[in-house]
């Protein structure tokens, strides 16, 4: 079992920066993808940004590119979200996910994912 947590959310004013974290434990191989996806009230979950294993390919959502940037520590077993200039429409609870790590790499596809931690609320206001 693999285990998911997330920390970091919390309240912002529109323009500030946060940054989430999210460790992963238990029994998790060596070679996998991350992603972080989040759900706003009232709408289906949608990806925000993708990294494989080593870092060397990440995907991002077009209403987040060029605010949020994704990175990862292997030797953590950590995934982080840098996320600036935020927005209003920013607002969701935030997941990090762990990618299937024998399927292709599909960063930004929500079903290529099999453990999800259990989320964090960030709240931007105007």
């Known amino acids: 079992q693999v285990q998911l947590v997330e920390s970091g959310g919390g309240l912002a004013r529109a323009g500030d920066s946060l940054m989430l974290s999210c460790a992963a434990s238990g029994r998790i191989g060596t070679t996998y993808a991350m992603g972080w996806f989040r759900q706003a009230p009232g709408k289906e979950r949608e990806p925000v940004a993708a990294?494989?294993?080593?870092?060397?390919?990440?995907d991002y959502a077009d209403s987040v590119k060029g605010r949020f940037t994704i990175s990862r520590d292997n030797g953590k077993n950590t995934v982080y979200l840098q996320m600036n200039r935020l927005k209003p429409e920013d607002t969701a609870v935030y997941y990090c996910?762990?990618?299937?790590?024998?399927?292709?790499?599909?960063?930004?596809?929500?079903?290529?994912?099999?453990?999800w931690g259990q989320g964090t609320q960030v709240t931007v206001s105007s």
């Open positions: 996910a762990v990618h299937n790590e024998y399927s292709p790499y599909r960063g930004l596809e929500y079903r290529s994912y099999d453990y």
């Open positions: 990294i494989t294993w080593d870092g060397a390919t990440t």
